[in-house]
């Protein structure tokens, strides 16, 4: 067979046979032999098993019959005054059991109806924002526009609303005109026929009211159609603060607005979908749905919403940003011709923040209204609290400008309640050994609710929750959890921090970078980018990153040039944003801040370029976007490095007190950048 000496012993009738080995002195089946062998093993496990549950439902059928008849023998033997009894306590038990689910919200329904046969699954989303809603208590939810799932009890509890809610949903399909009947017949034979089923939640709506909500979602997993394009634009949170800052310049109010029922709304799809109905609309089982547009469910119904969306929008005079494809944008030129942006929206799926005046707002309601787009507006006045993207939002009148009168101030901040259900983690008892999976969960699940915070307005998170993440990937031991409670400690310490963005008139851009290198050549890069008013009076710190740069390093220098060439690509892509929404006159000049001597000497021509090539390479390119970006690199000490705090474990008390003032902490402009900042602007502008 295979030019090795074997001896045949014996011939399966089946067509197989067995061999003795010499050098291993044992007997070898032929492949198919022993696969026909294993399939008639699982064959008669099989067998066997269909044979014990028989018997177990047997058994319990005759149990059953034995109980019922116990229980007939039983109640013919009570007399008539104990069964008046008994039916008075039954229904003065069943009116107060009513009573009381229908009251209750669901964190107690579990008390009411009993115990679970099965542990309840951790809910993440309600308990990312940390507050526990009572349908009888209206605190904080007016804050809190989230959606949890309904559990199997509130589901049969809540009958009436939930028909209530499913109605409504089949009635939005309806007048949206979502699909077709068609006979069942009618469908092509190469597509496949889709299910579909019901998603319950719990959801707060705009009056700060606990309602349910019932979504008709079909199984796009059951689609056999590949090569859909699956990828829609939603905007970052670098660019709402971004946006925030030029609102503040330019004096434009923040208005939300929620679309119903969105992926319902968007354009007629572009191929044919096919699904069963289901149970509630009574519908035969000849016929099915052809759907007409893109329904929740489906892979591509986000890229059909963004189309439809991004089309409406730009029918208003919008332009949607070449750098940020979720920011939308209009300008208008005053009367010294000057073109300035006076509505800016931002989006994310179904949600608008719209950055305008009154007028603009009410062109672009009336817009979507044309085109059935139904939405709900929430335009906060001064002081109260507007809820975007996790973040709260709250507006006010400048002091400073009060002669002026179009400039604003925006506070960023977490959601009331968010940081309540923040706990330090269980140490364990030996910390030398790995932790369980258990608490590996327990210590993910802290760092992405920290992490969280960072996104928003928490920079002195950043490095902390960076390391954390590296750790775990790394290292599991029990000082994990030590250095995860010290990680909570400090989020709460700093709970009532909020990011203030104010009016910085004629402004300049600095951009911090930071590195720390250790002794494997890995490297954690840093930086801090800020908006400060050529006065110095006033500075918004706007964006923030810390991260592991992902190629080592030989040298300190190294992992310097990276985190400047870091910052330097951020600083460019501000630039150009800026100067495409029409913010560039403002700009004055643009700065990188290194407290690396011979990084400096070497950009600079002072110093003779490293030996290292890759290094070269990374000088070269930051010598050529400052040429092309006019990006000035400045040289200063440790101690004014904002972006330090974001590189190493240390006292951020600077980078703090400049958040809470507004206000840098040290005179970063020396003489030589002064007499550059006029020519500077005039290549910005050119």
């Keep these: 067979m295979d030019g090795k000496k074997r001896k045949l012993v014996a011939m399966n009738t089946q067509g197989g046979q067995k061999f003795w080995k010499p050098e291993h002195r044992r007997i070898v089946e032929e492949r198919e032999a022993r696969q026909k062998m294993l399939e008639q093993l699982k064959e008669d496990k099989w067998q066997k098993r269909q044979e014990m549950e028989e018997a177990r439902r047997l058994e319990e059928r005759e149990v059953t019959a034995g109980t019922s008849t116990r229980n007939m023998q039983d109640e013919e033997d009570q007399t008539e005054s104990n069964n008046e009894t008994l039916d008075q306590t039954s229904e003065e038990m069943e009116s107060d059991f009513t009573q009381e689910t229908k009251t209750s919200s669901s964190d107690n329904v579990k008390e009411t109806i009993g115990e679970r046969r099965y542990p309840r699954r951790t809910k993440r989303y309600p308990e990312l924002f940390g507050v526990r809603i009572n349908p009888d208590d209206g605190s904080n939810v007016s804050l809190i526009n989230f959606t949890t799932t309904m559990t199997v009890e509130e589901k049969q509890v809540y009958k009436e609303e939930i028909e209530a809610a499913k109605r409504r949903e089949l009635e939005g399909w309806e007048q949206n005109k979502v699909c077709t009947l068609i006979k069942i017949s009618k469908v092509p034979d190469h597509v496949r026929i889709i299910s579909c089923r019901w998603v319950l939640n719990w959801k707060i709506n705009e009056l700060g009211e606990r309602v349910i909500k019932a979504r008709l979602v079909v199984k796009g997993n059951e689609e056999e159609r590949k090569n859909l394009k699956t990828f829609s634009p939603t905007i970052k949170r670098d660019t709402v603060r971004i946006a925030l800052q030029i609102a503040s310049d330019n004096g434009l109010h923040p208005t939300k607005l929620d679309v119903k029922q969105a992926f319902l709304r968007s354009d007629e799809i572009g191929r044919e979908v096919f699904v069963s109905p289901p149970k509630e609309c009574g519908i035969d089982k000849t016929l099915v749905w052809k759907l007409n547009k893109s329904v929740y469910g489906l892979s591509d119904a986000c890229v059909e919403w963004w189309k439809t969306i991004k089309r409406i929008i730009e029918t208003c005079g919008y332009s949607s940003s070449l750098h940020d494809p979720a920011l939308f944008y209009r300008k208008s030129q005053d009367q010294l011709g000057t073109h300035r942006t006076d509505s800016i929206i931002l989006l994310h799926v179904d949600d608008f923040l719209v950055l305008s005046d009154d007028n603009h707002v009410r062109q672009l309601l009336q817009t979507l209204e044309d085109n059935q787009i139904e939405t709900t507006m929430v335009k906060p006045i001064a002081g109260e609290t507007l809820e975007f993207l996790g973040m709260s939002l709250k507006w006010r009148n400048s002091q400073e400008n009060r002669c002026i009168g179009r400039k604003l101030v925006f506070e960023i901040g977490i959601l009331e309640g968010y940081y309540d259900a923040m706990e330090e983690l269980p140490e364990p008892q030996d910390k030398r050994n790995n932790i369980t999976r258990e608490v590996e969960f327990g210590v993910r699940n802290a760092i992405g609710r920290i992490g969280w915070t960072v996104g928003i307005n928490r920079p002195d998170l950043c490095m902390g929750v960076s390391r954390m993440q590296q750790e775990l990937g790394e290292d599991k031991n029990g000082h994990v959890v030590d250095k995860c409670n010290k990680l909570i400690r400090k989020a709460l310490l700093g709970k009532e921090s909020k990011i203030t963005i104010g009016p910085v008139g004629s402004f300049r851009i600095i951009g911090f970078a930071d590195a720390a290198v250790d002794k ?136 703090e007190a400049t958040i809470r003032e507004n206000k840098l902490q040290f005179d970063y402009t020396d003489e030589e950048v002064k007499d550059q900042i006029g020519k500077t602007q005039e290549r910005l502008e050119d």
């Design 520 to 655: 494997r050549g890995t490297a954690q890069l840093g930086s801090v980018i800020v908006f400060e008013s050529m006065d110095g009076s006033k500075a918004n710190v706007l964006t923030w990153k810390s991260k592991k740069d992902v190629k080592s390093v030989v040298s300190s220098m190294a992992g310097e040039a990276h985190a400047l060439w870091d910052v330097i690509d951020t600083l460019a892509y501000l630039i150009q944003m800026m100067r495409e929404i029409g913010h560039i006159n403002n700009l004055k000049s643009v700065v990188a801040m290194t407290d690396c001597m011979n990084l400096h000497k070497c950009i600079q021509n002072e110093k003779r370029d490293p030996v290292e090539k890759s290094l070269a390479i990374y000088l070269g390119a930051i010598r050529s976007q400052m040429a092309s970006n006019c990006i000035e690199i400045q040289k200063i000490t440790s101690a004014k490095q904002l972006a330090d705090v974001l590189t190493k474990e240390m006292d951020s008390r600077v980078l």
